[in-house]
């Protein structure tokens, strides 16, 4: 579903996601995951759901690459690789400021979801530290990397297979913060 926003059915492009500059359709996508992921009678809105995980949507979602798929559409804009779409704009215009809020709801909602897939399903959180790396990278834009990474090191039998300097920048990380 998140592949469909790039032609080669993989992650947007800087460029195509720069064309997209309305990111509503991607914000719509992303938060009905995190409806179809979560059970909760008294709240709906994405940005604040937690209820409880539906495992069966979980294991499909994980299985499907959504985890990774996710991510790398987060480090799109957010990722080092590139100065990102707004990197240098400042919201001078109220249009550049409705693009700014776009991208801000875009990235939260992004991990959001990544960390309701991880939520209490070890082989997933397993699937999850195949994107520590990138998540550490995404920290400093606050969209909430940080509790992605908390959700994958979380009871995590496998954390021992991911190298002590990656756990120490981590924890580094969310100290300074």
């Known amino acids: 579903m998140l592949s469909q926003a790039s032609p080669d059915g993989g992650p947007p492009t800087l460029l195509e996601l720069q064309q997209v500059r309305d990111l509503t359709q ?3 996508v992303l938060s009905d995951l995190i409806l179809f992921v979560t059970e909760s009678e ?3 809105d994405p940005f604040t759901r937690e209820g409880l995980p539906i495992v069966t949507r979980q294991k499909l979602l994980g299985e499907q690459g959504f985890i ?3 991510v790398e559409l987060m480090k799109v804009p957010f990722g080092s690789n590139g100065p990102g779409i707004f990197a240098s704009a400042e919201p001078d215009t109220n249009e550049k400021a ?3 809020a776009q991208l ?3 990235g939260r909602l992004g991990m959001r ?3 309701h897939i991880l939520r209490e399903l070890p082989e997933n959180r397993k699937r999850g530290l195949k994107v520590v790396p990138s998540l550490l990278d995404l920290l400093e834009h606050g ?3 940080a509790d992605v990474l908390t959700e994958v090191f979380t009871d995590n039998d496998y954390a021992d297979r991911v190298e002590d300097s990656m756990i120490h920048t981590f924890i580094d990380l969310i100290r300074t913060k």
């Open 26 to 28: 991607i914000i719509k």
């Open 42 to 44: 008294d709240n709906p």
């Open 68 to 70: 990774e798929l996710t």
């Open 98 to 100: 409705k693009e700014l």
């Open 104 to 106: 801000t709801s875009f």
């Open 113 to 115: 979801l990544v960390r």
């Open 143 to 145: 969209i909430g990397a």
